[in-house]
């Protein structure tokens, strides 16, 4: 419910800043409440079952997957809404910010990912945790993830691109912590390393051209 909560104040803050439409509006209301109540049943649904069957039993499992995935379809439909809501308002903003940066050279590219590669090792060799390409910190996966995905939005200025890579650089992200290789702080670090070196070299490689 916290999550759930901190989302919907973000969404509702958006929609204050952009000025979205009343309808618009109540449409993206609607979805965060049919959300929420959805946690709420899920919850009520967990209580009962915990109290009726304390012990392991397949069909408790099924009743709380089910009712889990039910919070899971309405958060993928609150999902849809947000986007086909609030995509025409952000993705013109978010255009001009990157037009702001220019179209990088392709070499400028190729050598911000190298460059964070090779930060990304000294630091591992500095801190002594971790090998090269498994484990320590920064999370080099994250650190790689998020420079592509930021180079491949500098490059095409396409806001939904740039959505989709960043989403796979988040999936990227997520599975090193997973499979219990990385700790939060890591990825998060690499992450902020990947983005903010490639957006350096990258503002160096226009400054000099």
């Excluded at 911000?112 to 484990?135: D, E, F, R, Y």
């Amino acid at each position: 419910m916290r999550n759930h909560f901190i989302c919907a104040v973000v969404v509702l803050l958006a929609c204050l800043f952009l000025r979205v439409a009343p309808i618009e509006f109540a449409l993206l209301a609607l979805s965060i409440l049919f959300v929420l109540f959805a946690e709420l049943v899920n919850t009520a649904i967990e209580a009962v079952v915990d109290l009726i069957s304390p012990g392991y039993h397949p069909l408790a499992k099924i009743a709380k997957d089910t009712a889990a995935g039910a919070v899971l379809t309405a958060a993928i439909g609150a999902c849809i809404m947000g986007y086909l809501i609030l995509a025409k308002y952000i993705f013109p903003l978010y255009g001009k910010a990157l037009a702001m940066f220019g179209t990088p050279a392709d070499m400028g590219t190729v050598v911000s990912i190298l460059v964070v590669i090779i930060i990304v090792i000294m630091i591992k060799s500095l801190t002594a945790k971790g090998s090269p390409l498994q484990g320590g910190i920064p999370s080099g996966h994250a650190a790689v993830s998020f420079s592509i995905a930021t180079a491949i939005s500098l490059n095409t200025q396409d806001p939904l691109i740039s959505l989709l890579s960043f989403s796979l650089a988040v999936m990227v992200s997520h599975s090193r912590l997973l499979i219990k290789i990385h700790t939060m702080r890591e990825v998060v670090l690499g992450s902020f390393v990947g983005a903010s070196i490639t957006v350096i070299v990258l503002l160096l490689f226009k400054t000099l051209s």
